[in-house]
């Protein structure tokens, strides 16, 4: 299916260009269009190019392992959820990518801090990797486009503990201010069996913000979920926006 092979080519262009700095292979997974929201790097393959350069001049680790947690695809679009860590801090990471015939077209991301915790049961990117029921991926991408609609008008707990199972994990240490998310708009979402994903922007304790929230269903009901926020930075070296 044309969504699998998006993701195969979005894994391998992170794997080799952001993984291993591969600059010579920009242009065979980049697109000659590339549109970028992330709001540290200039627009387009120059951009991109910049960024890996500056990349490679770094210490690099002994070992290197696959920061890629999760991998969702729908029709031309793949995210991808991380788990890394740059310099002293460790990051979690959303990203999201467009393709358009085989390259990679459009990029956002945001990208959290992740807290200090002495909690190794419950973190931020930890739990259920595994895409199961893909019969259930419209019914699913419906249950959640609902639930957010909801959510946009009526952000309060009741409406939360509504949808969710009485055994749910919540990955997100800020969980309590969801109800307090104001002017909250969604963007995009897209569904892969049982994992679902809202890219969506609004205010976050008076901030504008980001959010990338995750959603793992079983039997109708949200039974995991993870959300990625990042403040949007009022000067970038583009004009593309964040979202």
Known sequence: MQHSSNKTIVLEAYKYLIGQQRTDL????????????????????AGLREALTYLKQLPQPAAQQSPVIRALAA???????????????KLVVAELYRTEQGKLTEHWDAIQEQPATTDTAVTMTNGSTVIEDLSLTASNKA????????????????????HLSPTCIIHDPEIPAIAGRTALK??????????????????????PSVFYDIYRLKNGVIAEYWCVSQAILATMPHTNGMI
Do not use: W
């Open 26 to 45: 920009i242009d065979t997974y980049v697109s000659d269009h590339y549109i970028q929201h992330n709001p540290g790097l200039k627009d387009g393959k």
């Open 186 to 207: 969604m963007h995009r979402i897209l569904a892969e069996g049982n994992f679902v994903v809202v890219q969506s922007e609004g205010k976050k304790a008076g901030t």
């Open 75 to 89: 029709d031309d679009m793949v995210f991808l959820h991380l788990d890394l860590t740059f310099g002293n801090k």
């Open 143 to 162: 249950i959640i486009t609902a639930f957010f609609q909801r959510l946009c008008h009526l952000p309060d707990p009741i409406t939360i503990a509504s």
